[in-house]
């Protein structure tokens, strides 16, 4: 073999061991990569909501659940787990008295508390007794006794509807369905921890923005939509059915005929009967309307679920139709909204 050949292998050998370094260099930066996004992955799944390490419990801690807004109320179950502490954790149910038994601590009260105030309440009570410290305390509302707010009174479905965040009385009207023909123009609001204390929302008029009209609700608190008073019209009139009280100056027998369009022409005014609810039940009396409209008897104002029954000319007497069956006759009637 000549110089020039040995030469020529020499640089062939040396040229096949840099690709074959090269390749081994390639391999480890693709392994290095590869261990880098496994690691950020890893990285990414700890950073998740956590998860409850009590038993059975897969569901992960929504933020919402831990919102200032959300309180802890009487027969929560809550959670607790302690950082490094498996022996502290605990799933057990506020008492009563809206109190949290706490091992080593004993009762604290966190009713009326967000689950970050109840954290570092009892992690303040466990660094006090010098039992744990630092104590790193994780709290998790895994049932409410209360978790919705109950919608009832005159909306077309009436019920308990959760509530996640911040939702104000309008949210809650729509989630049962919206109102009812019978629905008044006011609220009653009874929050959950001043039950004695219900306040009254008029959303008759107004900007659904302000908290006067819409206020913010919250898990827990009860919703009652007013039943509008209603006068009913019944008998021989061109338009029989019940017609709102939402005049605030109220509604006159005369002011109710009009509305129910008048009498027929076999309408016996002379013999109509006007039904009102009295100490001792229904009751009823007699009205001449010919003399009202004539001016020669008073023009009555009407109350609530009054009743104005007008017969036909051709029935001798409104014993004709006894009273029971005129009551009925509500029950299946129209009623007439917006007509001023």
């Known amino acids: 073999m000549t110089d020039s050949e040995l030469y020529r292998n020499n640089s062939l050998m040396r040229m096949q061991m840099r690709a074959m370094t090269n390749k ?3 391999v480890s930066r693709v392994i ?6 496994f690691l950020c992955a890893l990285a990414g799944v700890s950073q998740t909501a956590p998860v409850s390490t009590m038993a059975g419990t897969k569901t992960p801690v929504s933020p919402v659940l831990q919102s200032p807004a959300i309180l802890i109320g009487v027969g929560d179950q809550i ?4 950082f490094n502490v498996p022996e502290m954790t605990q799933r057990q149910r506020v008492d009563e008295n809206g109190e949290y038994s706490v091992p080593l601590v004993g009762e604290v009260k966190v009713a009326g508390l967000s689950v970050q105030q109840a954290q570092a309440l009892i992690a303040n009570r466990l660094e006090q007794g010098k039992y744990i410290r630092p104590a790193s305390v994780s709290l998790f509302i895994s049932d409410f006794a209360t978790q919705g707010v109950s919608v009832m009174g005159e909306v077309t479905k009436p019920g308990v509807y959760p509530v996640w965040g911040e939702r104000r009385l309008f949210d809650m009207i729509a989630e049962a ?3 009812t023909q019978r629905a008044g123009k006011s609220a009653t609001v009874t929050r959950r921890d001043h039950a004695a204390e219900a306040q009254t929302y008029d959303f008759s008029a107004g900007d659904a923005r302000d908290p006067k009209i819409n206020p913010v609700v919250n898990a827990g608190d009860t919703i009652v939509i007013t039943k509008i008073g209603l006068v009913y019209v019944l008998g021989e009139v061109g338009r029989p059915g019940g017609f709102p009280l939402d005049n605030p100056r109220g509604l006159s027998l005369l002011q109710a005929l009009s509305l129910a369009e008048g009498t027929t022409r076999t309408a016996k ?7 009102r609810n009295g100490p001792s039940g229904r009751q009823q009396f ?6 009202v409209v004539k001016g020669n ?5 009407l109350q609530a679920d009054d009743i104005i029954y007008i017969p036909n000319s051709a029935l001798k007497t409104i014993a004709d139709r006894t009273l029971p069956q005129i009551i009925s006759g509500t029950t299946t009637a129209a009623v007439y909204t917006g007509l001023r």
Do not use: E, Q, R, Y
Request: charged share 10%; net charge negative; aromatic share 2%.
């Open 269 to 275: 005014v002379g013999s109509a009967v006007l039904i």
């Open 79 to 82: 959670d607790m787990t302690v």
């Open 286 to 291: 007699p009205v001449n309307l010919k003399n």
């Open 32 to 37: 290095f990569a590869l261990g880098i996004v």
């Open 24 to 26: 081994t260099c390639l």
């Open 297 to 301: 008897s008073p023009d009555l104002p």
């Open 177 to 179: 369905g919206g109102l």
